[in-house]
């Protein structure tokens, strides 16, 4: 992942245009009238042999005549020019290109690259960075830079609008300048061969001008690069985006039920999800989602009453609301004896709130104060239609300041068109949402719960793990590898089972016979009645052919299933291997739930897990939700809950509820079992039996690669490293120094508390009273690929962890410096803890290949000054209140290991 020279494409101070021409509708033609007439004030260098000028600017023949090399390059050249233009532009000092010409993919060189590939190797060395190729090109109005062949000028604004689609670029274009809508930077990737939506998504969530960032994605590379920086960039801004190709023409074959189950856009829906970003399904949904976030007040919770003038449009909102994943609030006697004291004998009496068609305009008033006071709704819908009684005109101007000055969501919808101009507005002019349709206002209000629902995924503090469990991995790793020693694809029941034992995830014993006399055998040394399964490599779903027969009382029926099997094998499949048979005791909960949990490997996203409903009807049922690992408590938790199942897992009539920690838990194994182990992938365990008892997996199945066939990062989010904890001793007790994780919040919010005022100051440069839930949850949750927090932790005197001590670093994206802080309890200074911690971070940050931590720190704090110079670094005076600290990582004389 990388920023470095974006900003030489984003804010150029000079562009020239390689392929400049005069000729009518080319792009080189197109390109100097959109850069001329956009009123960009630097220069504008046409480049071409074929003119000594083009549109009255003075042109040079080639690269090597230009008179000093420009901030940007922009190609509209034959595709077999691009490279060497490239090595041309990189050699004179460029550092942003913009490749407008399509085809490099599909030509070669003489060497047998593709175009676009000997593109990159000659921008490489000069970590030349390039949009496209066969893009649109790029616009930044606040700049007047139209570096495009699009066919108008965008309107400034303060949105930035990121396509893969050159044609959906110019379509929305097109849209929203008939819309007034204006952006702040207008980026079309085309085939996203170097500048992608990670690096754009880096470089724009920190960018003033750009308030939100909206995408139109048709796929996704990268995915680790990609979801770092639109969780960081969601932690700022909103992100919504589009996410085109829903629906997959053409199953791929698959081992599991999971991998048959876990569609690839369910993979995409995860992932958006958990990156914060709010997904919508159209133009016209991307766009009032912006408009909704910035003139809404944030939705507090779910609980939605919807006041109306008429009952159709309550109804039609109601059934949108519901059918949305939305919550109608009940509302309570006492708002209901409030509504009662002043409405007309005939309103509605629930919510809906209809007011009636002939409700004088103060009735509207009281009703959204008397809702807008009522503790047990969140977000207010109101919805007129005209009426010859009151104009709409005198409802929206009694309503409008009272909406204005609302503390919760309210949202209107003003139905029809001249007779509720003026009344729409009126709203519009205060700042304040209006829709025209009960289900476009609907659709915008879960715009906002479902952003909501996104952010708080993003801060929520987990639980903590009732029970710490640690994982054999050795003797899971023993079994994968014999397996694959073997020439083993898939591993047997017995040897699934052995890998889900080595995780502590409760199985059904599991004995193997390669007979039926020696599965009268086993069946007897175990407790009737018994289930007896075959075993081959070439049979994915045992139950298809027969091969699994349960409730077994004696010997004899043991026997006759096993022949049977074989038989029926015989005539069914009859290339089939048989390894044997696999013999267990009948597992006997009549209370419990079938549940699957698996895990697939996603082409682009990596490890995905999956829950729901299970048994042999699992993919007819198809009641699944995906979610991308590492877990913890609160996301599978969350994942459990998309189900329909959870509510039959909450337990009814004489079934009681199911063990959901010990479900929670199971979810979590598995998604460490596919973190550690990267051979593993696709697995399932169907069924799943989860009941009051606790859960037991009864059949396992699991598919395994060499990890040589493996991508090099795997996971799509960096899991927990737990690699890096160690314990140091001080003053004669152990201390773990680890890094810092969401379940942290409780005992860092304590650890905060009991700072003093000057070490807060020290620290953060002002004086903060109280820390906010979401300022601690920003400290614990952090993105491992570009932050590290390690803490000194140990249990206080009550066996409780508590937090000593905290260093913390943030990289920039390329990887070439580290910022960072520290503060260690007031009450711990000069035991050495502030230095082990500080050395342990140095370590750390070399390890990883940068260049330089830097920090900064108030004149007045000595002990830190002094700490640092003892640890290498350079102080230097920054102003007269602060100094500036910065210790070199690489040894001298030694080149920069940051790259593109």
Same mark, same amino acid.
Request: a negative charge.
């Given at each position: 992942m990388t920023i470095r020279n974006l900003k030489f494409m984003f804010n150029p101070q000079s562009v020239a245009v390689i392929g400049a021409s005069k000729k009518a509708n080319s792009v080189?033609?197109?390109?100097?009238?959109?850069?001329?007439?956009?009123?960009?004030?630097?220069?504008?260098?046409?480049?071409?042999?074929?003119?000594?000028?083009?549109?009255?600017?003075?042109?040079? /023949?080639?690269?090597?005549?230009?008179?000093?090399?420009?901030? +940007?390059?922009?190609?509209?050249?034959?595709?077999?020019?691009?490279?060497?233009?490239?090595?041309?532009?990189?050699?004179?000092?460029?550092?942003a290109a913009i490749v407008l010409t399509a085809g490099l993919e599909r030509l070669q060189d003489d060497q047998g690259r593709s175009?676009?590939?000997?593109?990159?190797?000659?921008?490489?060395?000069?970590?030349?960075?390039? $949009?496209?190729?066969?893009?649109?090109?790029?616009? &930044?109005?606040?700049?007047?830079?139209?570096?495009?062949?699009?066919?108008?000028?965008?309107?400034?604004?303060? %949105?930035?609008?990121?396509?893969?689609?050159?044609?959906?670029?110019?379509?929305?274009? *097109?849209?929203?300048? #008939?819309?007034? +809508?204006?952006?702040?930077?207008?980026?079309?990737? @085309?085939?996203? #061969?170097?500048?992608?939506?990670?690096?754009?998504? =880096?470089?724009?969530?920190? =960018?003033?001008?750009?308030?939100?960032?909206?995408?139109?994605?048709?796929?996704?590379? @990268?995915?680790?690069?990609?979801?770092?920086?639109?969780?960081?960039?969601?932690?700022?801004?909103?992100?919504?985006?589009?996410?085109?190709?829903?629906?997959?023409?053409?199953?791929?074959?698959?081992?599991?039920?999971?991998?048959?189950?876990?569609?690839? =856009? *369910?993979?995409?829906?995860?992932?958006?999800?958990?990156?914060?970003?709010?997904?919508?399904?159209? %133009?016209?949904?991307?766009?009032?989602?912006?408009?909704?976030?910035?003139?809404?007040?944030?939705?507090?919770?779910?609980?939605?009453?919807?006041?109306?003038?008429?009952?159709?449009?309550?109804?039609?909102?109601?059934?949108?609301?519901?059918?949305?994943?939305?919550? $109608?609030?009940?509302?309570?006697?006492?708002?209901?004896?409030?509504?009662?004291s002043f409405l007309l004998p005939n309103w509605s009496r629930r919510n809906p709130v209809d007011i009636l068609e002939d409700a004088p305009a103060e009735h509207y008033v009281r009703t959204l104060e008397t809702l807008l006071a009522a503790p047990d709704i969140d977000a207010i819908l109101f919805i007129h239609a005209p009426t010859a009684i009151?104009?709409?005109?005198?409802?929206?101007?009694?309503?409008?300041?009272?909406?204005?000055?609302?503390?919760?969501?309210?949202?209107?919808?003003?139905?029809?068109?001249? @007779?509720?101009?003026?009344?729409?507005?009126?709203?519009?002019?205060?700042?304040?949402?209006?829709? *025209?349709?009960?289900?476009?206002?609907?659709?915008?209000?879960?715009?906002?719960?479902?952003?909501?629902?996104?952010?708080?995924?993003? &801060?929520?503090? /987990?639980p903590s793990v009732p029970v710490e469990f640690t994982p054999n991995v050795a003797a899971a790793r023993s079994v994968i590898d014999a397996a694959l020693a073997a020439g083993q694809t898939v591993l047997t029941e017995p040897e699934a089972k052995a890998v889900l034992a080595a995780y502590e995830i409760p199985t059904v014993e599991t004995a193997v016979a390669t007979t039926p006399d020696e599965c009268v055998q086993l069946a007897q040394a175990m407790t009737f009645p018994v289930v007896v399964k075959i075993l081959s490599p070439d049979i994915t779903h045992k139950s298809n052919v027969g091969g699994v027969a349960l409730d077994l009382d004696t010997p004899e029926e043991v026997r006759a299933a096993a022949a049977g099997m074989l038989k029926r094998l015989k005539k069914r499949r009859p290339q089939a291997r048989v390894s044997g048979f696999s013999v267990q005791q009948m597992a006997r909960r009549p209370d419990a739930h079938e549940l699957i949990v698996g895990a697939t490997t996603d082409p682009v996203f990596g490890p995905v897990i999956l829950f729901g409903q299970g048994g042999i009807a699992v993919e007819i049922i198809h009641d699944r939700a995906v979610s991308l690992p590492p877990l913890n408590l609160k996301l599978a938790r969350e994942l459990v809950n998309r189900t329909r199942v959870s509510r039959l897992l909450a337990g009814y009539s004489h079934r009681p509820p199911a063990d959901m920690t010990a479900i929670y838990l199971t979810l979590m194994k598995v998604a460490q079992l596919v973190t550690d182990l990267p051979e593993v992938v696709e697995l399932d365990i169907n069924p799943l039996f989860a009941d009051n008892q606790g859960v037991l997996a009864l059949d396992a199945r699991m598919r395994i690669v060499s990890t040589w066939q493996l991508a090099a990062t795997h996971l799509a989010i960096r899991p927990y490293p737990q690699e890096l904890e160690e314990t140091i001793v001080l003053r004669n007790r152990p201390v773990l120094l680890r890094p810092i994780r969401p379940e942290d919040e409780p005992q860092h919010q304590a650890f905060l508390k009991q700072l003093t005022e000057e070490d807060i100051q020290l620290r953060f440069f002002v004086s903060i009273r109280e820390f906010a839930h979401s300022d601690v949850a920003r400290f614990t949750q952090i993105d491992y690929d570009r932050a590290m927090a390690f803490i000194a932790t140990r249990p206080d005197d009550s066996g409780q962890p508590e937090t000593l001590g905290v260093v913390r670093s943030i990289a920039d994206p390329d990887n070439h410096q580290a910022e960072f802080a520290m503060i260690v309890r007031s009450d711990l200074k000069g035991m050495g803890l502030g230095r082990a911690l500080l050395d342990k971070m140095i370590r750390y940050c070399r390890h990883r290949g940068m260049d330089e931590i830097i920090g900064e720190t108030m004149r007045v704090n000595t002990p830190m000054i002094r700490l640092s110079r003892k640890c290498g670094f350079e102080v230097s005076s920054a102003d007269d209140e602060t100094v500036f600290l910065r210790l070199n990582l690489k040894p001298k004389g030694s080149a920069s290991s940051a790259g593109g």
């Open positions: 080189g033609a197109t390109v100097m009238r959109s850069l001329l007439q956009g009123g960009f004030d630097g220069a504008i260098i046409p480049v071409t042999p074929n003119y000594k000028a083009v549109a009255g600017v003075l042109a040079f /023949p080639d690269v090597a005549s230009l008179p000093e090399p420009p901030d +940007l390059a922009v190609i509209c050249t034959p595709p077999s020019t691009v490279p060497g233009l490239i090595a041309e532009l990189g050699d004179r000092g460029t550092r175009l676009q590939q000997a593109m990159l190797d000659a921008a490489k060395p000069h970590l030349l960075r390039i $949009l496209g190729p066969n893009c649109l090109g790029l616009m &930044i109005p606040r700049l007047g830079l139209n570096a495009s062949f699009a066919h108008t000028n965008p309107l400034p604004g303060q %949105i930035a609008f990121i396509t893969q689609s050159g044609a959906m670029a110019t379509a929305v274009l *097109d849209w929203a300048t #008939a819309n007034g +809508l204006g952006f702040s930077n207008f980026v079309s990737l @085309g085939n996203s #061969a170097d500048v992608d939506f990670g690096d754009v998504i =880096d470089f724009l969530g920190s =960018d003033p001008h750009t308030r939100s960032i909206l995408l139109y994605i048709e796929s996704i590379t @990268g995915a680790r690069k990609f979801m770092s920086a639109a969780r960081a960039a969601a932690r700022n801004k909103p992100v919504i985006a589009i996410k085109a190709g829903r629906v997959t023409e053409g199953a791929q074959a698959v081992m599991s039920h999971t991998g048959a189950l876990a569609g690839a =856009d *369910d993979v995409v829906e995860a992932a958006l999800e958990r990156a914060g970003i709010l997904r919508v399904e159209t %133009i016209e949904d991307l766009f009032d989602a912006v408009e909704t976030l910035a003139r809404a007040r944030p939705v507090m919770g779910e609980r939605v009453a919807i006041v109306t003038s008429g009952g159709g449009p309550g109804v039609i909102a109601t059934d949108k609301l519901i059918r949305s994943g939305g919550n $109608l609030a009940t509302l309570s006697d006492d708002t209901l004896a409030q509504l009662n009151v104009s709409s005109r005198t409802i929206a101007q009694t309503l409008a300041p009272v909406a204005k000055a609302a503390r919760r969501t309210v949202l209107t919808c003003w139905l029809g068109k001249a @007779g509720v101009a003026e009344a729409r507005q009126i709203f519009t002019d205060v700042g304040l949402p209006t829709y *025209d349709t009960p289900e476009d206002a609907v659709g915008a209000l879960m715009q906002l719960v479902n952003y909501r629902r996104n952010q708080e995924l993003l &801060i929520e503090t /987990p």
